[in-house]
Antibody
Framework: EVQLVQSGAEVKKPGESLKISCEASGYKFTTYWIGWVRQMPGKGLEWMGI????????TYSPSFQGQVTISVDRSISTAYLHWSSLKASDTAMYYCARQRDSGYDWDYWGQGTLVTVSS | DILMTQTPSSLSASVGDRVTITCRASQSIGDYVNWYQQRPDRAPTLLVF???RLQNGVPSRFRGSGSGQYFSLTIDTLQPEDFGTYYCQHSYSIPFTFGPGTKVDLK
């Protein structure tokens, strides 16, 4: 059974760094892209970027380029989303999802990680 | 970036109703449209991919159609578990942006 399990909720202060995770199981991790989506409180879904675990090829939305870093650790089938310096405006729910090659749709999703940034 | 717009932004419907949500892309995108359902406080789930293809396990009352710039998602005979927010997404060129969502609630 395919599963994406994300790390737990985080409460951070502005300026702090953070890395959240998305652990995949039930399929060959290196052969499907993994993507990240932001959902700010009460708002819609924003496509942030994707990574191919096979070779770490990464593409970001222009809106998120330079704001976050997406990475993987193939040895533990885990993808990461990293901030070096959080802002209050990063407060949101973040989802990871698996992207299929055929139509680039996202067929399996993680349960979400709530990130709260507040002084 | 390709802009996706959805109409309506919200609607109220009753169990048993037929509901149609439309999505327009800012340029022609073939059939590279996907639809997702998000129930309150839950992760999104894939309903339809490639404009018309039903994801495994999704009830047949969900139907996707369209190509080019205009797409729609129809729910025949709305069920209680269908209330939530629906998003279209294009997967034509990166970034694969989502529409703003259509909230379906109980009349």
């Amino acid at each position: 059974e395919v599963q994406l399990v994300q790390s737990g909720a985080e409460v951070k202060k502005p300026g702090e760094s953070l890395k959240i995770s998305c652990e995949a199981s039930g399929y060959k991790f290196t052969t499907y892209w993994i993507g990240w989506v932001r959902q700010m409180p009460g708002k819609g879904l924003e496509w942030m970027g994707i990574i191919y675990p096979g070779d770490s090829d990464t593409t970001y939305s222009p809106s998120f380029q330079g704001q976050v870093t997406i990475s993987v650790d193939r040895s533990i089938s885990t993808a990461y989303l990293h901030w070096s310096s959080l802002k209050a405006s990063d407060t949101a729910m973040y989802y990871c999802a698996r992207q299929r090659d055929s139509g680039y749709d996202w067929d399996y999703w993680g349960q979400g990680t709530l990130v709260t940034v507040s002084s | 970036d390709i802009l996706m717009t959805q109409t309506p932004s919200s609607l109220s419907a009753s169990v048993g109703d037929r509901v149609t949500i439309t999505c327009r892309a800012s340029q022609s995108i073939g059939d590279y449209v996907n639809w997702y359902q998000q129930r309150p406080d839950r992760a999104p789930t894939l309903l339809v991919f490639g404009s018309t293809r039903l994801q495994n396990g999704v009830p047949s009352r969900f139907r996707g159609s369209g190509s080019g710039q205009y797409f729609s998602l129809t729910i025949d005979t709305l069920q209680p578990e269908d209330f939530g927010t629906y998003y279209c997404q294009h997967s034509y060129s990166i970034p694969f942006t989502f529409g703003p969502g259509t909230k379906v609630d109980l009349k």
